[in-house]
Structures are given as C-alpha cells and as structure tokens.
C-alpha cells in the first residue's frame, strides 16, 4: 500500500482506530492454527497493516474507505479458527474486530441480549451470571468471538438442546463492503447467509442472542463401553428414548489414554466413552437407569473433570504442535462405519489419532478426528498432512459434510453446499461486495499468487484425484521411510515454542493484553517472538521490550489449551531477552504502575482471585 493512502488512512481514523505497521506486529497474522507449509510462498499472508477500530463508526469509515481504493479486507476475531480461514491471501489489511466488544442492550422480560461481535463467549457468560441467565450454546473454543463463531461453524456445546447457532440469534447487524449498515431479521431469508460463510458477505457489527436461565446444577455422567459401536448405540438410543440431557460427545479410547499420560495416573479406564451433562436430577437418574447393562458408570468426580476439560479438547502437552484436524458431521448411524475406515485409514499412515464426537442433533454428530503433528519434519509432516483430505473424503462418501471451508478445505465446497445455495452464495458475493475485497483467493476457490498454477490444484475435481493417489501412495512411503515421532525439544522454552498450537486461549485472561490491546503481548505472540530468537533471527529492540510486559501472574496457563509452562517460558525468555537487548526498567515500571491503576485490572483480577 501506498504510503500517502496510509497516511491518509491514519488522518481519517485519528484516535479511532489503533494502526499496528511495525513488520513484526504484522507477521502476527500470517498464520494461523494449523500450519500449512509454503502458506507464505503461495500467499501474501502478511497484511500491509493491522487495524483495531475502537468504534463501528471507525469501522465503517475504513471499510468505506478500503471499497473506494479496493484495498482488500480480512476480518479477524480472536484468529482461533484454522484451515487458512483467518490469514491474508493478497496484500490488504486485518481489521482486529477485538474491541468491538461491548454487550449493548439486555432485555431480561424477552431473553435477549444485543452485543457488538468481537466480544468473547467467556466474557458473555460471565456477565449474564450476574443477571441470572445464560447463553443457550457456546463453542469450545469458549475465548473465540461471537462474529466468528457465527462465520464459522454454528455447532459446539448445548447444539443438541438449542439447535443450531442461527436458532439462538434473533437479529444481526451487517456492515457491507459499500460502508451500508444494515439490520437483518432471523426470519428474513438474507439472514442465513451470514452463517458459516467465514466472512464472505460482509462483516458483522452486532447480534441480539436468545438466552436461557442459567443453570442451577452441573451434572455430568461418564460411561465406558466396550467399543464405538457399543458407545454411539447407547448415545442414539438415549436421545431417541425421550432422556434429555444438556450435552452428549463421544470420546476414543486413544483420548481417554492420552489425558491419563497427561496427569501421569491411570485414573481414566482406556475405553470408548460417552460424556453425558445433565442440568435435572430426575433427567440423570433416567439416564444411569437407562445405562445399566449398557456401560460401566465411572466416579462422578472424574465425569465432572472431562465436564471441565470440554473446554481444553486438544489438549496434549505432546511436543507435537501441530493439531492436524478433520472435522464433519456425519449421520448417526453412520458415525461406527465412519470410524471403522477412519482408524484402518490412519494405521497405515502410521498417525496416532484421537476422536472426540459432539451430538448436535437427535440423527447427526459432528465428528473431530486429530492427529498431532510436527511441522519442523517437513517431508513426514507433508505426507500426514494428506491423511485428513482423504479422512474428509471417507467421510462425504458415507454422508458426511465437511466442517469449515478456509482455503485448504475448498476442494470440498461442493460437498459443503448444494448446487442451489452455492449459485444463490455466489451471486450473493459479486452484488455485494463485486470487487472481491472481503476475505478474497478463499472460500469459493483459491488463487495463489503464481500465476495461480498451485491454486488450479484446488480444483475439486483435480484435488480428489490428488488424494485418491496419495491413499495409495503415503502408507507404502510411511513404511520405507519408517517415520518416527519427533524427537525431545532441547530446553523448556523450545519445547512450550514448539507445543504451542497457536489457538489464541490464552489471550482470554491474559491481563497485560486486556489493558493494553497490544497483540504482542498475547502469550502465542511472545511464543513467536522467541521461536524467532531460537531460530537465530534479529528482532527489534522494541520488540523485545514488550515481552517484558508481563504480570506474571499465570493466568495463561490455566487456559492453555496445551498445559503449557508458560511462566517457565516467560522467565527464560526475559533472561535470554535481557542477555541479547537489555531490560527496558523503566517500560517495566510504567507499565506495571499503568496495569495496577487500571480499574478493570481490579476487577478483572478480583472475579479471576488473582
Ligand atoms: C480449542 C478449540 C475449540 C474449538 N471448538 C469449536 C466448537 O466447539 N465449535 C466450532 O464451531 N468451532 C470450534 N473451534 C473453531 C473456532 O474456534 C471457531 O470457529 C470460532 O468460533 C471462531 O471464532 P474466532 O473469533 O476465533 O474467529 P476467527 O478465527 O478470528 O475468524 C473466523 C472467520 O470468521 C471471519 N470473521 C470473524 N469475525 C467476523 C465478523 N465480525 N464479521 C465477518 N467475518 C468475521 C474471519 O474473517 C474468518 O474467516 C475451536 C477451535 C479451537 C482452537
Ligand atoms: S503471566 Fe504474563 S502473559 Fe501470562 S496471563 Fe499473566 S500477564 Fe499475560
Ligand atoms: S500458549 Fe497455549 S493457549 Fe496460547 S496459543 Fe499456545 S497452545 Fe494456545
């Protein structure tokens, strides 16, 4: 971008909008949960500036502004979605929709609450405890956006009572690439359009959500089986008999495994199991009647723990960074069948998979197969990597559909819509934003920027043909090549910069970004800030100050997803920082004065029992 269209960028907003243009700021954009080699060969995935508009009226007036000299647009939550959804693919800017983040208006009589979309599930919750209500599902991913979750996908904890994301919203607020604002109504027929289409349309100002009481008990049941089939039969029969719990998911053998070696204790017998939450006690006493004979009831203190832990679902502390995922939603009763083939899938390839299952409807399970890898092996990493296109595949021919679009699940876009609604989409697209400037090159069809040669391989019909060869071919390399797990890290810091999954949780409660808003402080970007270093780069002096921004309080841990000893990290780092640059006291001091003056430190502390 220009610098003159910059400068005057910047005149617009004035104090507005935060503008970050420093290179390494930016860089923080350019990836995104799982990481795709040669991303940055194909793409421009570093924006030319990131913009934190702290008004609607900022937003609009830069949208407006983008649509005038067709600067391209990528809206940005809190970044926790994966599949190349969130990074830039041409040069452009990310709009940090992270301080659009207020509850505007809460109508208690009606049930409803009006809240501007960068605001976290996390923060909803807490703030309608106060008033006695709730919101009626939320996504695991509990720190992401109320704008991304309805971008994206729509199913997450409480789907098989509430339904679907779109029946707990009963208006929104769109802001078009023209700068028009406008107001939809769930009965209006624009109004799914918005859902699942990962920002294609226009970006979301605000929703108005249906609530619920909140609940006055948590009662979760954890019940073995002998295998999958055993386990989902139960699962289908229970819905179908009439017991309604709040939340079913299904968890493998290889998950309850994993999270013994994680404790260090085999306090989880290593079987297929159901994780059934209940609010009513007559609902759980139908369901433990309903089980015997059925499964095998574990300790209730050990159910309530998993409960917990619905929020952590990738928690691994494995070294292997790189949470490789295959997600779809698949009917019921194909959902054995499926992971029959899926299991004989990944043996050959030698993959190490978890499932974990959430029932969102009476017939259907959205189904989340995840394999942990390591991108620093490239050649192995490259070859799991065709493991979940052809997962995905697996699934679609048993009637599954593909869960999440982002760039690298494009090839399946027809699997995702019908022909019909993908017509209605794209029309939809070029009248409203017929330069392509929001999200541009994903979605629909990728286009890299060589000539768009490796974009043609994106083809649906040529990507298919691609992984039909690779399920041919990867097993027989995997064995040749006798691929091995990685290796131990080196140092502490190494080993938590290279376990860090890069999915945001631990920006939630993290103090220093909270009155700040500086993204350099999120713990993941602190994390790529020593990954740099590890690697022998050259950072900014500034740079290396900000990572001393930091209370130390160790918040973070508590809701990585990945466990990580992040304080540990913290202090290596700071050593290794102080060694090479110096320790900036004096930013240290201030800032510490500034976070202890701070009113919503305190209270934020206070509800966290700092
Ligand atoms: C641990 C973990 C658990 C997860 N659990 C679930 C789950 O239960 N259910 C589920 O569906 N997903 C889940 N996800 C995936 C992801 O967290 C969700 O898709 C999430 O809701 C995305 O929200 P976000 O704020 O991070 O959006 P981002 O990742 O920042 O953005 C997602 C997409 O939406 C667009 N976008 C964001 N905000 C707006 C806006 N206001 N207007 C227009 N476009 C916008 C972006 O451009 C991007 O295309 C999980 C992820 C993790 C890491
Ligand atoms: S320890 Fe530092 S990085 Fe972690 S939450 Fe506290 S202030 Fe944030
Ligand atoms: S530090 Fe933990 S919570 Fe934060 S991005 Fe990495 S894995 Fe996720």
Same mark, same amino acid.
Request: hydrophobic share 40%.
């Given at each position: 971008?220009? %610098? ?74 809190? @970044? ?12 452009? /800017? ?144 229970? /819905? ?21 070696? &994680? ?49 952590? $679902? ?75 296109? @052809? ?19 494009? $090839? ?24 392509? %400037?929001?999200? $541009?090159?994903?979605? *629909? @069809? ?16 040529? *990507? ?6 690779? /399920?041919? %071919? ?10 091995k797990e990685p290796g131990e890290a080196e140092s502490c810091l190494e080993e938590t910069v290279y376990s860090c999954m890069k ?71 700071? &050593?290794? %920082? ?13 800032? /510490? ?18």
């Amino acid at each position: 971008m220009e %610098l003159a269209l910059k400068t005057r960028l910047k005149e617009l907003v004035g104090n507005d909008a935060t503008i970050r243009e420093r290179i390494f700021e930016r860089e923080l954009c350019s990836s995104d949960i799982s990481a795709v080699p040669f991303a940055k060969r194909l793409f421009n995935t570093t924006p030319e500036l990131v913009i934190q508009p702290l008004s609607i009226e900022a937003l609009t007036q830069i949208v407006q502004f983008a649509n005038e000299e067709r600067i391209a647009v990528f809206p940005r939550g809190s @970044a926790s979605s994966g599949l190349g959804g969130i990074i830039p693919t041409v040069r452009g /800017v990310v709009l940090d929709l992270s301080c659009l983040n207020k509850m505007l208006e809460l109508d208690p009589e009606k049930g409803t609450l009006q809240v501007q979309t960068g605001v976290r599930w996390s923060e909803i919750l807490e703030f309608l405890k106060l008033h006695n209500l709730s919101v009626r599902a939320y996504p695991s991913s509990f720190f992401s956006t109320v704008g991304g979750w309805i971008n994206t996908g729509g199913y997450g904890i409480g789907s098989l009572r509430f339904g679907h994301l779109k029946d707990q919203v009963e208006a929104i607020e769109v802001l078009f690439p023209s700068g028009e604002l406008k107001s939809i109504d769930s009965d209006e027929e624009e109004f799914v359009r918005f859902f699942g289409t990962e920002g294609q349309f226009g970006i979301l100002v605000t929703a108005t959500l249906k609530l619920r009481r909140k609940p006055t008990k948590s009662l979760p049941l954890l019940i073995y089986f002998e295998g999958p089939g055993d386990a989902f039969r139960f699962m289908t029969e229970m /819905v179908q008999a009439d017991i309604r719990p709040y939340h079913i998911m299904y968890l493998d053998a290889a998950h309850l495994e994993t999270v013994n070696k &994680r404790l260090g204790e085999d306090l989880f017998r290593v079987n297929d199991a159901a994780l059934v939450e209940f609010e009513e006690e007559e609902e759980r006493r139908n369901c433990i009647e309903f089980a015997e004979h059925r499964g095998i009831l574990e300790e209730e203190y050990l159910a309530h723990y998993l409960w917990h832990e619905r929020l952590f $679902p990738m928690k691994q502390r494995s070294g292997r960074p790189t949470p490789l995922v295959c997600e779809l939603l698949v009917p019921l009763k194909r959902a054995v069948l499926y992971l029959t083939q899926v299991k004989r899938l990944a043996k050959g390839y030698r993959a190490e998979i978890q499932v974990e299952a959430h029932l969102v409807a009476k017939d259907k399970a959205l189904v989340m197969v995840t394999h942990h890898c390591d991108e620093r092996k490239l050649f192995p990493y490259l070859l799991h990597m065709t493991l979940i296109p @052809a997962l995905m595949k697996l699934g679609i021919a048993g009637g599954g559909v593909p869960y999440g679009v982002g760039i690298w699940n494009t $090839p399946f876009i027809t699997d995702r819509f019908d022909e019909r609604t993908l017509t209605i989409y794209q029309t939809y697209k070029k009248k409203v934003d017929p330069h392509h %400037l929001l999200n $541009p090159n994903k979605f *629909f @069809a990728v286009r890299t920027k060589w000539a768009d040669i490796p974009g043609i391989l994106f083809k649906p019909f040529i *990507f298919r043909a691609l992984i039909r060869s690779a /399920v041919v %071919l990867t097993p027989v390399l995997v064995r040749l090549m006798g691929l091995k797990e990685p290796g131990e890290a080196e140092s502490c810091l190494e080993e938590t910069v290279y376990s860090c999954m890069k999915c945001g949780s631990c920006a939630a409660l993290c103090p220093a970004y909270m009155v700040t808003g500086d993204e350099s402080l999120i713990p993941k970007n602190k994390l790529y800030l020593a990954k740099k270093l590890l690697a022998g780069e050259m950072i900014a002096k500034s740079d290396s100050d900000k990572a001393f921004l930091c209370m130390h309080c160790g918040l973070c841990r508590e809701v990585c997803q990945n466990d990580l000893d992040l304080v540990t990290a913290w202090s290596a780092l700071e &050593r290794m %920082l102080e060694d090479k640059y110096g320790k900036p006291e004096e930013a240290i001091r201030n800032f /510490v004065s500034a976070i202890e003056a701070d009113e919503d430190y305190w209270r934020f502390a206070y509800a966290q029992k700092i």
